[in-house]
């Protein structure tokens, strides 16, 4: 920018300056050389004249990856170099050797650096280099520079932020899919124990809702058999009602971090697979026997007597020939 007002000294600071430039961290001279601009040639007041300049200051210390103080508290800082320059400033005449002793003071001070970093920078930063760039940076004449890019910390710096995201993006995904088990699940037990004799043909008919789903979509019901053999045995041998394996079902589903909605379990369900279930088992063990032609047979009882399919009581031999 080219104004008259920019070839104006300034008392002690010398020419305004309408940007921070060099590769070092920003000296007091410069960071007032532009609040002077602001206030002066941009007309701006004084708290807006400081909160630009250290926002332009706070870019070097960006690019250095230092922490900085907040804004808010960096301001007051530079507000009160202003108003030590406007003291000074309305002595300027003054030949005292106090007032002398106050400008040089002053003026030794400009080439210091304009120190707004966080109270634990050093334990914050990792890097060793930019610690040390620090250090160097607060000593007289500010020594050290910074020079281009570390391409391989911001490729580091890029796969740390990568995983970051790829963690978040799992967990977010995880969250769902538990939300969408633990939905259907609170729903059924929440049924379940609202009453003892609630019948689970019902529970078919009632759609469920889905936050996937519109309200216009059908829900289908689950297709999906758990019910085996061997779990129908075990669950005969526990001796677990109907009711009670569905309670034991849909947990157990849960457990596994599958969707309970793709599974048919109900009691009306649970109770015809294991029926058919047993009369399968029931006509294996008749074919198997069938099959062997046993012209004779051992039979062992403990004298109890048996219902035979007339519905009277009678000895193990006889209902074991009307069975045959």
């Not at 320059?85 to 106050?102: D, I, M, P, W």
């Not at 620090?134 to 740390?160: H, T």
């Amino acid at each position: 920018m080219s104004t008259p007002r920019l070839r104006e000294k300034i008392y002690l600071l010398g020419h305004y300056s309408n940007e921070i430039v060099g590769s070092k961290l920003p000296s007091v001279k410069q960071v007032l050389n532009v609040f002077f601009f602001n206030l002066r040639v941009c007309k701006l007041t004084v708290r807006g004249s400081a909160s630009l300049a250290v926002r332009e200051a706070m870019i070097y210390w960006e690019k250095a990856r230092i922490p900085t103080q907040e804004l808010k508290n960096c301001i007051p800082k530079l507000e009160g170099l202003y108003q030590q320059f406007r003291q000074l400033q309305k002595h300027a005449g003054r030949l005292s050797e106090v007032h002398k002793k106050k400008e040089t003071d002053f003026l030794e001070k400009l080439e210091d650096l304009f120190d707004i970093e966080h109270a634990n920078a050093l334990s914050i930063i990792t890097v060793e280099e930019d610690k040390q760039f620090l250090i160097n940076q607060r000593l007289r004449g500010r020594p050290g520079f910074m020079y281009g890019i570390d391409y391989q910390l911001i490729a580091k710096e890029a796969r740390v932020s990568e995983r970051k995201m790829q963690e978040m993006k799992r967990k977010k995904r995880s969250d769902h899919e538990m939300q969408q088990l633990t939905q259907p699940a609170m729903l059924m037990t929440s049924s379940l124990s609202s009453s003892e004799d609630l019948d689970f043909c019902d529970l078919e008919e009632v759609p469920r809702v889905s936050k996937d789903l519109s309200p216009q979509a059908k829900r289908k019901r689950g297709r999906r058999t758990i019910i085996t053999p061997k779990l129908a045995a075990a669950l005969d041998k526990c001796k677990i009602s109907d009711r009670n394996a569905v309670h034991i079902l849909v947990a157990a589903i849960e457990a596994l971090g599958y969707n309970v909605e793709n599974f048919a379990i109900n009691r009306c369900s649970i109770h015809n697979f294991r029926e058919n279930l047993r009369e399968q088992k029931a006509a294996e063990i008749k074919n198997i026997f069938k099959d062997r032609k046993l012209h004779a047979a051992t039979l062992h009882w403990d004298g109890k007597l048996l219902p035979a399919l007339t519905g009277k009581e009678t000895d193990f031999c006889n209902s074991f020939k009307l069975w045959y």
